[in-house]
């Protein structure tokens, strides 16, 4: 298995405070926690078989949980206010024609005003979800095989009949 690790470039550190830059770590840290990288790509192959719409949705849906969960991870190792403030310096340097892109920068994704709001207000930003984001993935393996060796049945009547 690779072994994640956190990169922080030069330019990053010296733009962020250091207090910042220790909530950053914390957020990227609950990622490698939580496996989260392992549990998006097990989203991406069982979430193939689905309309695009729905797709798009579902992965949207479990990008904002894991992000608000880690960032509530990272607040509560550093300081609420600390990882609104990076989230926000993080979003302020990006958009400085002058910063080198980053090669990824997953500090700053989805919605930031959002993530923002949810760590200054977090009663009002508990989630609700209908049914478990890890239960449709988990649910949507078998049902990807399934689909998949009927289509390869069908294909395989479909040989036969042509010869």
Same mark, same amino acid.
């Given at each position: /298995? ?11 550190q010296q733009q962020l405070a250091l207090v910042e830059?220790? $909530?950053?770590?914390?957020?990227? @840290?609950?990622?490698?926690? %939580?496996?989260? =990288?392992? /549990?998006?790509?097990? #989203? ?10 729905? %797709?798009?949705? #579902?992965? $949207?849906? /479990?990008?904002? $949980? ?7 991870? $990272? ?6 206010l600390t990882v609104a403030a990076a989230l926000l310096?993080?979003? @302020?340097?990006? #958009? ?12 700053? =994704? ?6 923002? @709001? ?17 239960l449709w993935a988990v649910a949507a393996v078998p #049902? ?11 294909? %395989?009547?479909?040989? %036969?009949?042509?010869?």
């Amino acid at each position: /298995w690779p072994r994640p690790q956190i990169l922080v470039s030069a330019s990053v550190q010296q733009q962020l405070a250091l207090v910042e830059l220790q $909530a950053l770590v914390a957020h990227e @840290r609950a990622h490698l926690e %939580r496996r989260d =990288g392992y /549990w998006r790509l097990l #989203l991406v192959v069982s979430s193939a078989i689905l309309l695009p719409r729905a %797709r798009d949705r #579902l992965r $949207a849906d /479990w990008d904002l $949980a894991v992000e608000l969960c880690c960032d509530e991870l $990272a607040a509560q190792r550093t300081h609420r206010l600390t990882v609104a403030a990076a989230l926000l310096s993080f979003q @302020r340097m990006l #958009l400085r024609p002058s910063t080198p892109a980053p090669l990824m920068h997953a500090f700053d =994704g989805c919605d930031v005003a959002l993530r923002v @709001r949810a760590l200054l207000q977090p009663a009002a930003y508990l989630p609700a979800p209908r049914v478990s984001l890890r239960l449709w993935a988990v649910a949507a393996v078998p #049902l990807a095989f399934v689909l998949h060796e009927l289509g390869e049945f069908a294909l %395989r009547d479909e040989r %036969r009949s042509t010869d």
